[in-house]
């Protein structure tokens, strides 16, 4: 049976091997003792690779590590292509959108496809 290796967000030291495929699972971690997401590791692979070389057409220094770790999630899990992402409503280089005066950070969005980038649920599991 094949396993799936979800590793701390928190500490990055704590992994555990579970035999389903999710996004996530919620537990408290026994080395940083935080209930923490433990994330596929497969996610946190592309994550690391995008941090290294992300494509021009997102302008990834924007996001912030969850709207990060989504992007990563579409590309490893879902088969999406870190192209097919923008960032919207960004206007200048102080990261206001356009239109927007509270300063929010825009939110990474999908160019394509049927899925929402609201689309968060039915994906996490929790550990006992």
């Given amino acids: 049976m094949a396993t799936d290796t979800y590793r701390c967000l928190h500490c ?3 992994t555990v091997a579970r035999a389903f495929d999710v996004s996530h699972i919620s537990m408290t971690c026994p080395v940083c003792e935080s209930f923490e997401r433990l994330v596929n590791d497969r996610v946190v692979e592309q994550f690391r ?8 057409s997102l302008d990834w220094d924007r996001l912030d ?5 989504f992007v990563a999630e579409r590309v490893a899990r879902r088969g999406r292509d870190a192209s097919e992402f923008s960032v919207a409503g960004v206007s200048d280089d102080t990261g ?3 239109g927007d005066a509270s300063g929010e950070r ?5 160019a394509s496809g049927d899925e929402s980038a609201e689309d968060t649920g039915g994906d996490e599991q929790t550990a006992d």
Avoid: F, M, V
């Fill in 12 to 14: 990055q030291d704590h």
């Fill in 49 to 56: 690779a995008l941090e290294n070389s992300s494509p021009e």
């Fill in 65 to 69: 590590r969850t709207e990060k770790l």
């Fill in 96 to 98: 206001t959108a356009a």
């Fill in 106 to 110: 825009p939110e990474p969005t999908e």
